[in-house]
């Protein structure tokens, strides 16, 4: 009999996740697997299940196409994160019944695709039996045992996008225009679209910002004879002595979400430059669409190691991008235990410095040693 693969993804979803049960697929069927798609997250697999068969003949168009074919849910009997730091065990009725529902399946082992949250609920099940391989996705960026996610690269691709338009405009009528990007607590979508998109101000959850420095930053600009500024802000950034900005909305999966700090960035800019300010917050945006070509070879390539590990009964791991460029296994422990933030010292930071990027903060890089 082919041994049988589910896959399953979780989260909130982001360009991809279809390139990755693609490349599971394809690789498994080449060599005599067969995979069966869980839909709607882990809760595919409670009474009554939720499968579909996943053939190579369903495979195309997949590569590029964006969200995920499988659907996918941050909340639920499976959610597991609350908050920065914070768990909440999945209940273990919950979880006997999913491993009744996954023997009577045939399965031999869970291709989980899915970020912190999801591979936290992997670590679990893999604890309770689960033969579980993990794949990174997040267009947070933020796991520290990969050196990348897939989604994050189609996430900057698109805040680069949004502050080429909002270049040109800016310009046009000499303001200030603000971009809220995602991120949760990490401000790597901010700090790389910044610099790739030219932004004067990058505000991120890693450096707590002042007003006086971005009104500094932007005085300066005036005095150069440039009268309009680009501010990128994470939602995550916080102001000195303040806490996250949230929508004051809870998620289903009990998460608070944050949002709005964009807004009340443009506002006091506004107050106190005089000058007029405009703010768009990105949103979802970042999470649609096809993912780039970057994304796509590394989904490709997480999708066929992903499958190598389970022939190896590596369970337990999830792939990840190593510091080499090459792929390899890293525990789930590892994966879940560290969130990857930027480094307020590190050379993105002072690269942008460098440059005369504003962190919305006082410091001045006293040398150029971390480049
Ligand atoms: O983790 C991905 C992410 O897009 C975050 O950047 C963002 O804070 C959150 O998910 C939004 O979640 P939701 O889709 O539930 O609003």
């Known amino acids: 009999m082919r041994k049988k693969i589910g896959i399953v993804t979780g989260g909130g979803d982001c360009p991809g996740l279809n390139a990755v049960i693609r490349a599971i697929v394809k690789a498994g069927s080449l060599y005599g697997w067969e995979c069966l798609g869980i839909h709607g997250g882990f809760d ?8 579909v068969p996943l053939a190579v003949k369903d495979m195309d168009g997949l590569l590029i196409r964006g969200g995920t074919i499988l659907g996918s849910a941050n909340s639920g009997q499976f959610s597991a994160k609350t908050g920065l730091g914070e768990l909440r065990q999945v209940p273990q009725k919950i979880l006997n019944q999913a491993k009744t529902n996954f023997n009577a399946l045939g399965l031999y082992a869970l291709a989980v695709i899915g970020g912190d949250g999801t591979l936290t609920i992997a670590q679990q099940m893999f604890e309770m039996g689960f033969p579980v391989v993990g794949v990174p996705k997040t267009i ?20 680069v996008d949004a502050l080429d338009r909002l270049h040109s405009t800016a310009q046009s009528h000499n303001r200030v225009m603000v971009l809220e990007v995602m991120g949760r607590y990490a401000g790597w979508i901010a700090a790389y679209a910044g610099l790739a998109g030219g932004a004067d101000v990058i505000l991120i959850p890693e450096i707590e910002f002042n007003y006086d420095a971005i009104q500094k930053k932007i005085k300066a600009r005036e005095a150069e004879g440039k009268h309009f500024t680009i501010v990128i802000v ?58 780039t070509q970057w994304d796509r070879q590394l989904c490709t390539r997480f999708g066929v190691h992903a499958f190598q590990m389970i022939t190896k009964a590596q369970f337990g791991c999830m792939v990840a991008l190593k510091k080499n460029g090459m792929m390899g296994p890293v525990t789930l422990m590892e994966a879940i235990n560290k969130t990857r933030r930027v480094d307020p010292e590190g050379e993105l930071v002072m690269t942008a410095r460098a440059l005369g990027i504003s962190f919305g903060d006082e410091t001045v890089p006293k040398s150029l040693t971390n480049i």
């Open 234 to 291: 994470a939602e995550g950034a916080t102001l000195e002595g303040h806490g996250f900005v949230t929508t004051n909305k809870t998620g289903k999966n009990g998460e608070v979400r944050l949002g709005g700090i964009g807004h009340m960035v443009e506002m006091e800019i506004e107050n106190r430059t005089k000058k007029e300010t405009r703010c768009v917050v990105l949103g979802h945006l970042q999470r649609g669409g096809q993912p």
């Open 44 to 51: 595919g697999l409670l009474t009554p299940v939720q499968t």
């Open 140 to 159: 947070d960026n933020d796991l520290d045992a990969t050196q990348m996610t897939f989604g994050f690269d189609t996430a900057v691709a698109c805040a």
